[in-house]
């Protein structure tokens, strides 16, 4: 997983995007269940980073609340990141009260 995530973060960078993004979900899908929270909470934040490029809001919103859910207390500044992604796209849907409600919590 952190050989496919090291070349996500590589093609995010050259702006390739959507391979960026198969490479992240794929490393989500070769996590052990007992894979650190970090980890997993970090790869779908990547995930959502790859939807704010690709402006798809649906996709960011989903994968910003896997890094919620996947996110543990010592988690805090990558669960704060999935927040302020996932409250950015809903303010962009027209959910005004959902994205106060991610960027107050």
């Known amino acids: ?15 390739h995007f959507a391979e960026a993004l198969q490479c992240f979900r794929t490393a989500i899908s070769r996590l052990d269940e007992d ?17 704010i490029k690709l402006e798809d809001l ?8 896997a890094a919620i859910s996947a996110g543990s207390q010592r988690d805090e500044a990558v669960v704060l990141k999935a927040l302020l992604r996932r409250g950015a796209a809903y303010e962009v849907m027209g959910k005004q009260q959902l994205a106060l409600d ?4």
């Open 1 to 15: 997983a952190a050989e496919l995530k090291s070349l996500g973060s590589v093609r995010f960078r050259e702006g």
């Open 58 to 65: 649906k996709g960011v919103v989903r994968e910003a609340s």
């Open 102 to 105: 991610d960027m107050c919590r």
């Open 35 to 51: 894979a650190d929270s970090r980890q997993r909470c970090s790869l779908h934040n990547n995930c959502a980073l790859c939807y």
